[in-house]
C-alpha cells in the first residue's frame, strides 16, 4: 500500500512538473502588418441602436488615393513587382481614384435582410452628402474579405459581417470633407473623413 502510494505521488508531481513547462516547436514570430495603421486611418465606425438592439454596425473604409498609393507600395514590395508594374497599378489605381470615390463596407445587422445592400431595393441608400443634395452611390457589390486589397488588414472583427463596394461617381463632389450617409427606415449613420 505504502509503494502504490508512492508511485501515484511520485506520478502526481510528474505531471505537475510536465504541465509548468512549455515546449516550443519552430517558433516563429510575425513582425506588424504595416497595412493595419494605413486601413485603420481611413475607416470609420458608426453603431445604431434602437433602445438596447442593435440596429446596425458598419466600418466604412474610404479607399482613398493616399491609401491607394500606400497599397501599391505594400503590394508590389509583397509581389515584387518591377517598377514598370508598379506604375501600371499605380496609374489604374489613381484613374480610378478620379472616377469614384470608392468604400469597402462591412455591415452587421441582426437581420440579414437588412443587410442586403446589392438587391434591387435595399433597406439602406448609400449616398455622400453635399451642399447641393445627395449623390448616391452606384448599385452596391458584395465582395468577400478576400477581394478587398488589404482584407487580411483590416482593423475590426470581421466575423458576421457583409461586405461591400461602394462606388460613388467623383465628378458630382467637390469638396474635400466627406460625409458617407446609410438612410433607411430604422435610422440613419453618418461617417465623416478629411480627403485632403
Not at 15 to 32: A, D, F, R
Not at 138 to 156: C, D, F, M, N, T
Not at 157 to 172: L, V
Request: charged share 25%; glycine share 2%; with cysteine.
Amino acid at each position: 500500500m505504502k509503494i502504490s502510494w508512492r508511485l501515484a505521488s511520485a506520478a502526481l508531481c510528474s505531471l505537475i512538473v510536465l504541465s509548468c513547462t512549455s515546449h516550443t516547436y519552430n517558433k516563429m514570430e510575425l513582425g506588424p502588418d504595416p497595412m493595419v495603421d494605413h486601413v485603420r486611418q481611413w475607416t470609420r465606425t458608426a453603431r445604431l441602436y434602437r433602445q438596447f438592439d442593435t440596429t446596425v454596425i458598419v466600418d466604412v473604409t474610404f479607399n482613398s488615393p493616399r491609401l491607394r498609393a500606400f497599397t501599391v507600395d505594400w503590394l508590389s514590395n509583397v509581389q515584387r513587382l518591377t517598377p514598370e508594374e508598379k506604375q501600371k497599378l499605380l496609374d489604374e489605381q489613381m484613374e480610378e481614384s478620379g472616377r469614384y470615390l470608392q468604400f469597402y463596407l462591412a455591415m452587421y445587422t441582426p437581420e440579414m435582410e437588412w443587410s442586403e445592400l446589392a438587391k434591387k431595393n435595399p433597406a439602406w441608400l448609400v449616398f455622400v452628402d453635399t451642399p447641393k443634395g445627395p449623390v448616391f452611390s452606384e448599385p452596391a457589390q458584395k465582395v468577400r474579405q478576400e477581394e478587398i486589397p488589404w482584407g487580411a488588414s483590416l482593423p475590426y472583427d470581421p466575423r458576421y459581417r457583409s461586405f461591400y463596394k461602394i462606388n460613388i461617381p467623383a465628378d458630382k463632389i467637390a469638396q474635400a470633407n466627406i460625409k458617407l450617409v446609410l438612410s433607411s427606415m430604422l435610422g440613419e449613420v453618418y461617417l465623416d473623413w478629411d480627403a485632403r
